[in-house]
Structure formats: structure tokens, C-alpha cells
Nanobody, 115 residues
């Protein structure tokens, strides 16, 4: 079992930045893949970025060059630094952890990009 707690969402103007945090209830190096997904109203949930020890990082084309995923093993935390935010980035962002065949989700945090 893995519990995930997200924080850092909010309202930001276009071009602004936010940093999301996801703290896991266990050592993140024991987790195969950690990632951030998002779901906008009326759309399916999509992968934003993921990080693994073996493969490194992976990003959706829509966020490459603007978002950065990173981790702090001492804090069991994964971050998503979001820069140059656009209105189309507005969504609920979810943290995800995959351990072997099991998948765990956080409660989600709202990100709204609007002037």
C-alpha cells in the first residue's frame, strides 16, 4: 500500500509558475514509477510526467521544456515544477505511484491558469 498526499495547486496567471508536491507513505525508491497526471473538465486523464530510477524522466509533448519532475528521496517526495503556465494547463493534477502491478492515486490538487 502507498498513500500519496499532494499539495501546491492554486490559481495562477498565464506565464506564471507553480510547484506541486507529492509525499508518499513509503520510501520512493521502493516504488517502480512515480508520475503526475491531469484531468481537465470533459477530458480523459492524461500523463504529464513520470520518473523512474531505470529510465529517468518522461514528459508529455505539451509540457516539454516547461515542466520538470524531480524527487527528494530523503523526504519521500516527488515534485512537479510548472513554468510558463498556459490556460490549457488548467486541470486537477493527480500523483500516481506504481508498485509492480498495483497503482495508487493521490486525492488530486486543482491548478487553474487564468487572468
Amino acid at each position: 500500500q502507498v498513500q500519496l498526499v499532494e499539495s501546491g495547486g492554486g490559481l495562477v496567471q498565464p506565464g506564471g509558475s507553480l510547484r506541486l508536491s507529492c509525499t508518499a507513505s513509503r520510501n520512493i525508491f521502493s516504488i517502480n514509477v512515480m508520475g503526475w497526471y491531469r484531468q481537465a473538465p470533459g477530458k480523459e486523464r492524461e500523463l504529464v510526467a513520470s520518473i523512474t530510477s531505470a529510465v529517468g524522466t518522461n514528459y508529455a509533448d505539451s509540457v516539454k521544456g516547461r515542466f520538470t519532475i524531480s524527487r527528494d528521496s530523503a523526504k519521500n517526495t516527488v515534485y512537479l515544477q510548472m513554468n510558463s503556465l498556459k490556460p490549457e494547463d488548467t486541470a486537477v493534477y493527480y500523483c500516481n505511484a506504481r508498485v509492480v502491478v498495483s497503482s495508487y492515486w493521490g486525492q488530486g490538487t486543482q491548478v487553474t491558469v487564468s487572468s
